[in-house]
């Protein structure tokens, strides 16, 4: 098989090899055996479960959660010619049934279907008059009652192994944690599936997290750099989300809202146009994005905290999964990390469930304080080594400088302790620093011996210890009351000087890029125009098939034609990602673009002299 396998791989895709474990789950996968495949977003997921089946006999039967998205996947197959189709609610009666006509008669490769549809009664009936070559469980995570993708249908999904007996079963997700996965493969019940869990290493995207001091002009400034560009800013609220496109919008960026709170058609126009448009940046609520299989999003923009570190890799996870330099970029401070415990305390969940939140939160908390390579951190929480320092996080590229905050933070516990641990990080600030705020003077504040001695720091510096002693566990926020700080048994030792504590000095958000960095591909003057032209010719043809510019080619394709200035239909085949049926229908009209950008030959010069 695996010649067989090669050999699609190239003509249909145009691609020269398989990465990671492909080449292993398709081998798997084809010969009829169950998989559960776990890769990183961008890994190359799909792959997996499409040549199987077009090496196996029947239709490859895809469960995908997002009936809006299942057009453009489904597209973008048409276009390297295989026989895909999908079966929603969004279809006509008279397309369903074109649809089931194609799927009886055998004219179809691979069928995308949502689980309620796939469930019903009648489509299992069906099925089992086509017999489906295999079952492909995407985005297989939505089955953990755990995360916040669960989706109840998911659950019916294992009654697949009983009614098609033989059938092999492929579930694939990029969430990692190790109880994600042995959920998966419970509820789908998959006992004997083969596992392939691939590296969660994401090369290409850069971590930055900064600490929050004006969050609106932090984004602006790291937006200007990367203006035209598309992106994601996740918020926390549906109201910040609202402002911060609204604002962003005036400063001349293409920036849409989403979240759940907007009118349906509103949320699909904007998501068509950040799929469809270059350069669009949604600002959005974590109900943005899933599935969203863009593969040329540069930066995803945390102005709030996620939930967990999960969350956070799986968000983070959307940028660069063409593989090109992208951005993981966070803002967060004290609020962030007083209302999330705030959020933990006050749900609804048992005691059980409220202990792992809380030790997903401190986690996280842990890893934006951190003072050593991000990535190798981000990597160790999901069980991979990285051996070496990465180069491509922020403290790689700017190591934060620490400094000795013994005194300061018995400063400040004192100062906690002398005010009753009865408030907020506000007030017991504003008495370090000796103000003369009415709360002071009512409660005669003024007269703790604690009052002034913190004078010579600013605010922003005390929230920055604030914010790190909550992170270490020295100082509590009670949720109860509306973050009243509070000692803990770790205040002690250090309040008694037997402890010391390092601190890390919050990078100046005055100087956020200071790094110089390979970002987008730049052409150089001489192969500008072409470039341009190129991208020109995509837009084109991407808007007379109705499908988004990378359904046509991806960036790293047009960057080869400039880079290969390929001459036939052979040496355009040749390139990474032009398979023979985009060859067909897209080879000529590249070429003569090519051709008219090629530098007049020599001879024409020679005609001068
Ligand atoms: P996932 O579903 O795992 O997030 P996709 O299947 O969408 O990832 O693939 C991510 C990108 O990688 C796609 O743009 C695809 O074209 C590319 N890709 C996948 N497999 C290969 C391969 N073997 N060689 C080159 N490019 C690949
Ligand atoms: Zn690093």
Excluded at 93 to 104: G, H, N, S, Y
Excluded at 110 to 122: D, F, G, K
Excluded at 196 to 214: E, L
Aim: charged letters at 30%.
């Amino acid at each position: 098989m695996t010649e067989g396998a090669r050999e699609l791989l190239r003509t249909v895709y145009g691609y020269t090899g398989f990465r990671g474990r492909q080449e292993d789950v398709v081998r798997t996968v084809t010969e009829g055996r169950d998989a559960l495949v776990l890769m990183p977003t961008g890994g190359g997921k799909s792959l997996c479960y499409q040549l199987p089946a077009l090496l196996r006999d029947g239709v490859g039967i895809v469960v995908s959660p997002l009936i809006a998205l299942m057009q453009d996947q489904v597209a973008a197959l048409r276009q390297l010619g295989v026989r895909a189709s999908f079966l929603n609610s969004s279809l006509t009666p008279r397309d369903q049934a074109e649809v089931i006509d194609d799927l009886t008669a055998g004219r179809l490769d691979l069928l995308y279907l949502a689980p309620e549809r796939l469930l019903q009664e009648e489509t299992l009936e069906l099925l089992g008059t086509v017999r489906p070559a295999l079952f492909a469980i995407d985005e297989a995570h939505c089955v953990s009652q755990w995360g916040h993708d669960f989706r109840q249908d998911y659950l019916g999904l294992h009654v697949l192994g009983e009614r098609f007996p033989g059938v092999p079963r492929v579930a694939l997700t990029a969430t990692a944690d190790a109880r994600t996965r042995e959920e998966i493969l419970g509820r789908l019940r998959l006992p004997g599936a083969a596992r392939f869990v691939s590296g969660f290493d994401r090369p290409n995207i850069r971590y930055t997290v900064q600490a929050k001091a004006d969050a609106g002009r932090q984004l602006v400034t790291f937006l200007e750099a990367r203006r035209g560009r598309a992106g994601i800013v996740y918020a926390m609220t549906r109201r910040k989300v609202e402002d911060t496109a609204r604002m962003l919008a005036e400063r001349g960026f293409d920036a849409l809202p989403y979240h759940a709170g907007l009118p349906p058609d509103v949320r699909t126009r904007h998501q068509e146009r950040f799929l469809r448009e270059d350069g669009i940046v949604i600002v959005a609520t974590i109900a943005f994005g899933m599935g969203i299989d863009k593969p040329d999003v540069r930066f995803v923009a945390h102005i709030d905290l996620p939930k967990s570190v999960e969350s956070y890799y799986q968000e983070t996870g959307r940028a660069g999964r063409d593989g090109e330099p992208a951005d993981a970029w966070m803002v967060y401070g004290l609020q962030d990390v007083v209302r999330l415990a705030q959020m933990v305390e006050q749900s609804e969940a048992d005691a059980e469930r409220k202990r792992i939140e809380r030790a997903r939160l401190d986690a996280l908390l842990g890893w934006c304080e951190i003072t050593e390579c991000r990535r190798r951190a981000l990597l160790q929480y999901f069980g991979d080594d990285l051996p070496e320092d990465c180069g491509n996080c922020d403290i790689c590229l700017d190591p934060p400088r620490t400094w000795d905050g013994t005194t300061e933070a018995q400063k400040l516990l004192s100062c906690v302790y002398r005010t009753g641990q009865r408030f907020g990080a506000g007030h017991v600030i504003d008495v370090l620093r000796g103000k003369e705020t009415e709360k002071i003077l009512t409660r005669r504040h003024d007269r703790l011996s604690t009052y002034g001695i913190g004078k010579d720091l600013p605010d922003t510096q005390w929230r920055s210890i604030v914010r790190q002693l909550l992170v270490q566990g020295y100082l509590r926020a009670d949720p109860e009351r509306f973050g009243a700080l509070s000692l803990t048994r770790k205040s002690r030792p250090l309040l008694r000087g037997e402890e010391r504590i390092l601190l890390r000095e919050d990078a100046s958000p005055k100087r956020p890029a200071k790094v110089a960095r390979k970002t987008d591909y730049d052409p150089g003057p001489d192969d500008l125009p072409l470039w341009e032209a190129l991208r020109t010719c995509r837009q084109e043809l991407a808007a007379e098939a109705d499908v988004p510019p990378y359904v046509v080619f991806h960036d790293t394709t047009l960057r080869e034609m400039v880079r290969v200035k390929p001459t036939s239909a052979q040496e355009l085949l040749a390139l990474h990602g032009v398979g023979e049926a985009k060859l067909e229908r897209y080879g000529a009209a590249f070429l003569d673009v090519l051709d008219a950008h090629r530098p007049a030959g020599p001879e024409e010069g020679a005609t001068l002299t």
